[in-house]
């Protein structure tokens, strides 16, 4: 079974400018979070969908958004770009709400 | 609100020895999961083991082992005979059991284990 896969792999923005990352899970997975890795803060949760709905969100501006599509894909937009947006961000999936999220290889955004 | 403290921030040994990677948790809640993940230097969070709350046996599985205490709020990882591919960011995570927005996978700063050869 393949494993959940994002796209791009690797991204450089200027201030100001938005970004969309995406994120496939795994097959028959429906539950897609996101999250955002940095030096200074860690891991830090950003939202989760299921069912094309937003079940949860972190402590992060409206700046951060997503959606979840009906295939369960999920993407990720960032208006408004600022240097703090520099980060990993890492899409995890799992079969049903609870249960182990896998992550996908993560979308290294450098924004300058 | 939940809390994960990993005391070590990074860990430096030679291959074939054994290595402890510590965690503590906080949480108010009787029903959660706590996880291990490895990141290797490609970035990628690789998943180790879950544990939930109901469950104190400890486990075994290769050179990984695991030991759950709820007394001391711990669930601490130890790697026996190192080698050099265990090099990663270790983290400990915790998860509540429970529905509503409780799902959210809360993670200690992590713990950079160096195997030399």
């Known amino acids: 079974k393949a494993g959940v896969t994002q796209t791009p792999r690797y991204l450089i923005k200027t201030r100001g400018q938005q970004v969309t990352l995406s994120c496939s899970p795994i097959?028959?997975?429906?539950?897609v979070s996101w999250y955002q890795q940095t030096p200074g803060q860690g891991l830090q949760f950003l939202f989760e969908?299921?069912?094309?709905?937003?079940?949860n969100k972190g402590n992060f501006p409206g700046r951060f958004s997503g959606r979840q599509f009906s295939n369960s894909r999920s993407e990720m937009n960032v208006s408004t770009l600022e240097l703090g947006d520099s980060a990993l961000y890492l899409c995890?999936?799992?079969?049903?709400?609870?249960?182990?999220?896998?992550f996908g290889p993560g979308t290294r955004l450098l924004v300058l | 609100a939940q809390k994960v403290t990993q005391a070590q921030t990074e860990i430096s040994v030679v291959e074939k020895e054994d290595v402890t990677l510590d965690c503590v948790y906080e949480?108010?809640?009787?029903?959660?999961?706590l996880f291990w993940y490895k990141q290797p230097p490609s970035g990628e969070l690789v998943f180790l083991i879950r544990?939930?709350?109901?469950?104190?046996q400890n486990e075994i599985s290769g050179r990984y082992s695991w030991n759950f205490q709820k007394s001391t709020s711990s669930f601490n990882f130890t790697i026996t005979a190192s080698q050099v591919v265990d090099s990663a960011v270790y983290f400990c995570?915790?998860?509540?059991?429970?529905?509503?927005?409780?799902?959210?996978?809360?993670f200690g700063k992590g713990t950079l284990l160096t195997v030399n050869p």
């Open positions: 995890a999936s799992s079969s049903y709400r609870g249960e182990t999220q896998y």
């Open positions: 097959s028959g997975h429906r539950s």
């Open positions: 969908y299921f069912s094309e709905t937003q079940r």
């Open positions: 949480t108010r809640d009787t029903t959660y999961y």
């Open positions: 544990r939930n709350s109901f469950d104190e």
């Open positions: 995570a915790l998860s509540l059991f429970s529905g509503g927005s409780n799902y959210k996978l809360t």
